[in-house]
């Protein structure tokens, strides 16, 4: 069972970078299906990005296409979201994801399709 920790978030004004990290634990991220979603305060999880462990195939949600870039580094199993141009509107808290499920021609963008999550890395743009 795959354990995964986020690092790499904080404050940060708008226009600038920041990139997280999810490394992972008891697994390898090339077997899992990774993802990134966020939450902002009073708002649901929404989908941010994810990976494709079968074609390493990315997706990105429409608000973040352009400026965020998921990788995946097997030597070091972890897998990264580099956020560049951030917008005030980024701010939220910054969780990785997990699941095995089967090959999909596109993104698991659903919170509930995850099984294995990390504990959050909180991202706050100022303007």
């Known amino acids: 069972q795959v354990q995964l920790v986020e690092s790499g978030g904080g404050l940060v004004q708008a226009g600038g970078s920041l990139r997280l990290s999810c490394a992972a634990s008891?697994?390898?991220?090339?077997?899992?299906?990774m993802g990134w979603f966020r939450q902002a305060p009073g708002k649901e999880r929404d989908f941010v990005s994810a990976?494709?462990?079968?074609?390493?195939?990315?997706y990105y949600a429409d608000s973040v296409k352009g400026r965020f870039t998921i990788s995946r580094d097997n030597a070091k199993n972890t897998v990264y979201l580099q956020m560049d141009s951030l917008k005030p509107e980024d701010t939220a808290v910054y969780y990785c994801?997990?699941?095995?499920?089967?090959?999909?021609?596109?993104?698991?963008?659903?919170?509930?399709?995850?099984?294995?999550w990390g504990q959050g890395t909180q991202v706050t743009v100022s303007s």
């Open positions: 990976i494709n462990r079968i074609d390493g195939r990315t």
């Open positions: 994801a997990a699941n095995r499920r089967p090959y999909l021609s596109g993104a698991y963008q659903f919170a509930y399709e995850y099984d294995y």
């Open positions: 008891g697994g390898t991220v090339s077997s899992y299906n």
